[in-house]
T-cell receptor, first 115, second 112 residues
Framework: DTEVTQTPKHLVMGMTNKKSLKCEQH?????MYWYKQKAKKPPELMFV???????INESVPSRFSPECPNSSLLNLHLHALQPEDSALYLC??????????????FGEGSRLTVL | KQEVTQIPAALSVPEGENLVLNCSFT??????LQWFRQDPGKGLTSLLL?????REQTSGRLNASLDKSSGRSTLYIAASQPGDSATYLC???????????FGQGTTLQVKP
């Protein structure tokens, strides 16, 4: 099973709302990622978790707050977002840190619209 | 700064044609390169991961090659079908931090 599951598939929120995106994998992977993708652009890395510890934060604004409750789950908490944050948010996982430690698998994404 | 380039940005071919998608990278010490497919509004699907020691990887009608000396990887699609229409991205996976370096992608349209 090479599946990364993301919920919800679509999310519409106002600028004062608090919401969360969720991601789950059962492949035993020890690295998990959040990416942001705008239309017609490649994914941009936001956060990397390795063995449940945050290893990379690509200078992401604090209105995005990641959480890794256990090795299978990854959350992205959203608060006071701006309309320009509207994008496709992709979760991914890999056996170790992607690249030297294995293949990267993506979920289907959560389409976020901020009004 | 390592960079990955994919040219052309878009490609349209008739069904049945064999085609090659190109990916250039500046990382002379590249460890591996991964090819992905993305359908509109969907996530990325991993197609092939090719290690620098392998030079080639095959999956069905797809064949990926990697040439470190020239800084190029190619994705060969045999007997293209309309279902192959998608955006294809390549990514340099050499970082030990988990960060992949993506190309801008090539959007392929296969016409019936």
């Amino acid at each position: 099973d090479t599946e990364v599951t993301q919920t919800p598939k679509h999310l519409v929120m106002g600028m004062t709302n608090k919401k969360s995106l969720k991601c789950e994998q059962h492949m035993g992977h020890r690295a998990m990622y959040w990416y942001k993708q705008k239309a017609k652009k490649p994914p941009e890395l936001m956060f990397v978790y390795s063995y449940e510890k945050l290893s990379i934060n690509e200078s992401v604004p604090s209105r995005f707050s990641p959480e890794c409750p256990n090795s299978s789950l990854l959350n992205l908490h959203l608060h006071a977002l701006q309309p320009e944050d509207s994008a496709l948010y992709l979760c991914a996982s890999s056996p170790g840190l992607a690249g030297v430690a294995g293949e990267l698998f993506f979920g289907e994404g959560s389409r976020l619209t901020v009004l | 700064k390592q960079e990955v380039t994919q040219i052309p940005a878009a490609l349209s071919v008739p069904e049945g044609e064999n085609l090659v998608l190109n990916c250039s990278f500046t990382d002379s010490a590249i460890y591996n390169l991964q090819w992905f497919r993305q359908d509109p509004g969907k996530g990325l699907t991993s197609l092939l991961l090719i290690q620098s020691s392998q030079r080639e990887q095959t999956s069905g009608r797809l064949n990926a090659s990697l040439d470190k000396s020239s800084g190029r990887s190619t994705l060969y699609i045999a007997a293209s079908q309309p279902g192959d229409s998608a955006t294809y991205l390549c990514a340099d996976g050499s970082s030990n931090t988990g960060k992949l370096i993506f190309g801008q992608g090539t959007t392929l349209q296969v016409k019936p």
